[in-house]
């Protein structure tokens, strides 16, 4: 019983820890989850607080999962787990059922689960979190409780502000079709090959009080009545790393993706998600780097509508042509507001967060190197930053095992050999 319990507090540990980083390195991507959940219960007044609850669930996760890897807190830790496992195993059944969103968003953007996958998973963890409540009288405290609690707190101090770096920058990693180094028109297809989505649409017709259902190829005659039809998926098949970028003038509605992406050499393409909320520090800077750099195309893609963003520009004397595109879609192509894109023959080189937005000399420079080299550079620096996190984190974390472990055994052998020390509490 003793290796399954040790293995159960490892095993949710590592899952918890796994899934609250994953959050809080995305805090804006997270926010949108959120907000479609919030979405599908009727309580859309919360959605703009759809952001700092992803941040303080990540942050959550992410204690709890140190705590029980650390061996902190265990009895209070493995409670918190199974409530949160045991909730979102009934909440994630609804979600499967009803389909409310796409996926469940447990992992962010590093995986994405269908509702059903997402359900299964969490009957398959939850019996680990019962054993430890079931058995957490074996528990015992491994150091004085207020070290215990100053560690869990440095613990979610330190997820919050993972989040909120992301959120002023950018994600330490990014999971978007979007990426360092992807080609946009070639993740916009399908590999040839691959299975397609299939769907399947049944209409309702009705005809002397009696009702019927009836698929595509099989439609009644006239004498029938139209009522309803359903459409639902059948086949997930396969989806392109960007499902959706639309890109339209403003007049006339005109498709304009294609010929944007045809440009050849450098273009900067500034998103503006939503005009009333940009940073205006940040247009101005972009502003500054369209005149240094006019020799290269510059364009603007807004969320909102033509007049807001004609006199945002104006107002900040940013002379660049607009198009309109789908907020959310821009933002999974910059997760900030505004943000700036540097592409090459379309293929993202460089991307920057309102907040770092770089001088003409830096752009320059960065343009003066090939930039096949510069989004390679990008792509390692980002996975590098993402293993040494991962590893010094494993590090630190049996490093405070041992530590207080240690500690623990100490004590324990002192209270042997003298009554007069007190147990920990």
């Known amino acids: 019983m003793k290796f399954l319990c040790t293995l159960s507090r490892i095993v949710i540990g590592l899952l918890f820890i796994f899934s609250g980083l994953t ?61 949160i496992m045991v909730f979102f195993t009934f909440f ?4 499967a059922i009803v389909n409310p969103v796409q996926h469940c968003g447990c992992f962010g953007d590093v995986i994405h689960l269908s509702n059903w ?7 398959i963890f939850t019996p680990f979190t019962l054993l430890l409540v079931w058995q957490r009288k074996r528990f015992e405290p491994v150091t004085f409780k207020k070290w215990e ?14 989040s909120l770096h992301c959120y002023r920058h950018l994600p330490l990693m990014d999971f978007t079709g979007f990426k360092t180094g992807n080609n946009i028109p070639q993740a916009m297809t399908i590999p ?69 992406l ?20 940040a247009i101005k800077k972009a ?36 198009y309109f595109l789908d907020a959310k879609v821009l933002y999974t192509m910059v997760r900030s507001n505004p943000g700036l894109s540097l592409l090459y023959d379309a293929t993202v080189v460089a991307k920057w967060s309102a907040f770092d937005i770089p001088s003409p000399a830096a752009l320059k420079q960065l343009m003066g190197r090939d930039w096949e080299v510069a989004a390679a550079k990008s792509r390692i620096r980002e996975n590098l930053t993402i293993e040494i996190m991962a590893i010094g984190l494993l590090l630190l974390f049996a490093l405070l095992h041992s530590v207080f472990h240690r500690h623990h055994t100490r004590k324990s052998n002192r209270h042997d050999t003298d009554p007069s020390v007190s147990k920990a509490v």
């Not at 303080?56 to 029980?68: C, N, P, R």
């Not at 609690?149 to 993972?162: Q, R």
């Open 262 to 281: 045809a440009i050849k050499g450098y273009l900067l393409a500034l998103s503006l998600p939503y005009a009333d909320k940009a940073k205006a520090g």
């Open 92 to 95: 994630t059944l609804w979600v």
């Open 149 to 162: 609690w100053g560690t869990i707190a440095i613990f979610g101090i330190a997820s919050v502000l993972l």
């Open 287 to 322: 502003a500054l780097l369209s005149q240094e750099v006019a020799g290269i195309p510059f364009i603007v893609i807004s969320g909102s509508g033509e007049g807001q963003t004609a006199a945002l520009l104006q107002e900040h004397g940013l002379d660049a042509p607009a």
């Open 117 to 123: 996958e997402t359900f299964f998973k969490n009957l």
């Open 192 to 260: 040839e090959g691959a299975p397609l989505r299939q769907y399947q649409t049944t209409f309702t017709y009705q005809k002397d009080s009696k009702t019927q259902t009836f698929t595509l190829d099989q439609l009644p005659d006239s004498s029938w009545t139209y009522v309803s039809h359903k459409t639902k998926l059948i086949h997930a098949g396969t989806i392109p790393e960007i499902p959706q970028f639309d890109i339209s003038t403003y007049r006339q509605n005109r498709y304009v993706t294609d010929s944007l």
């Open 23 to 83: 959050k809080a390195i995305d805090p804006v991507g997270f926010g949108f989850v959120m907000a479609e959940y919030l979405k599908a219960l009727g309580l859309q007044f919360f959605t703009p607080l759809a952001i700092t609850g992803g941040i303080a669930l990540s942050a959550f996760e992410f204690l709890l999962g140190a705590s029980l890897l650390v061996g902190l807190q265990v009895r209070l830790s493995a409670f918190f787990s199974m409530l």
